[in-house]
Each structure stands twice: as structure tokens, then as C-alpha cells.
């Protein structure tokens, strides 16, 4: 009836012993269509100019969120060129060259090496923190030049589905994601978990996994929908 095929009741019964959770958040435990709600733009910057960096290198991107930054992108009418030398760095965002110029996209720390943030950057940090959403920022040539401002509302089952999981068993529900702890934590209050583990790349999540087991000496179950969430 859900489109779910189990491969043998083996997995079922695996589960079933399972007394710890945990969960990623983007595409799990929310709807995972990000919504591009906002493009904000350095002084000297356009959006336009913003979002066709971003789109343009997001065209070869696997992640959840690329794909939302690029039909936002064309929806309002920004013409993309086609990336070149682009490489991924999972849990960080992704790097490459955009009509000529070196341009990075991805967490505050990966767009601009570990630099401070203008003041700008930090108003759209404390607003994505606030509304629970996610930012994405935009380096050139080293320098940030923009941060795009994504919805991802919390699927409206999640907090029932968390609510039956204890019902059938389950002692421990951890929501483990990257995301910037501010807009992790709003999201894990709204809908019940026991811990939250934010900004964790994924070998950091391996780790995580890694403490669960030890912790709760038996079957852990870890459920996510992306390739940050394969290892």
C-alpha cells in the first residue's frame, strides 16, 4: 500500500529489536522540496547575479537542496551557464568554476574559508535561525557575495510518526543532520525528539551512529534519504 518492498522478514524482525533512532532531517523528517523563499545579496552584489553563480554550479549537484536552488532560479528567469571543474564535498556544499571565476557554495564556513561573516551574512544567519529555514551561501573568487534563503517545512505525519514509534518500543529518537544548530534545534523541539545533533558532517555521522551503539548495547536503527546519510 506505502510503496515500501521489504526483501525478507528478516529485516522486520531486525527492526523490531530496535529500541534507538536516529534520524536525518532534510528529506526524512521534513518534506524534502526546499523552497527557494529569498535571495539576499551582498552590497555590491545583485541577486540575480547571487543565483546564477549558485544555480549554475547546483546543475551538477546530487544534493537535496540543488535542485530547488536551480528551478528557483529559472522560475525567475536567470539564465545558467554550465560549471566546470565542479566537485562535491559532502556535508560542506560544492566548488567550481562559473564563467570563468572560482565559486563555492554550501555552509557559512565552506563559502568563505572559515572567514568571518559580514555583518549582512550574519543578519541572514540569525533570520534562517530564527524561521527554522535553511541559508546557503555563495563565495567568488573568496569572496562572499550572497546567501539564498531555503523552506523546508517539517512533514506534517513526523510528529505522530515519532509518537507511535515509542509507542511501539522505541526508548531514544535522535535527529543527527548538518544543518546550523540554531534551525536543527527549532525543528527537534517542534516535533519531540530526545537529542539533537547538529552540523555534523557525514563521517561525523558514522560517529554518532557509532556512540548509539555503544550506548544502547543493542539494535539501533539510522533512517535518512540522501548522500550525506549513506555512509
Known sequence: KRGIIVKGGGALEAIARARVLLFDKTGTLTAGRPH?????????????????????LEQVSPHVLASSIVSGARERGVVLALPEEADEVPGSGITGRVDGHVVHVGSADFATDGAPLPAWARDVRRRVNLEGATGVYVGVDGV?????????PIRPETPRVIRSLRRAGVRRVV???????????MV??????DAVLAERTPADKVDAVAEERADAGGMIVMVGDGLNDAP
Request: net charge negative; no cysteine.
Open 36 to 56: 527557494l523563499a529569498d535571495v539576499v545579496a551582498a552590497p555590491d552584489r545583485t541577486p540575480e547575479e547571487v543565483l546564477r553563480y549558485a544555480g549554475s
Open 144 to 152: 562572499l557575495v550572497g546567501a539564498l534563503v531555503l523552506d523546508d
Open 175 to 185: 535527529m543527527v543532520t548538518g544543518d546550523h544548530a540554531g534551525v536543527a534545534d
Open 188 to 193: 527537534g523541539a517542534a516535533i519531540g525528539v
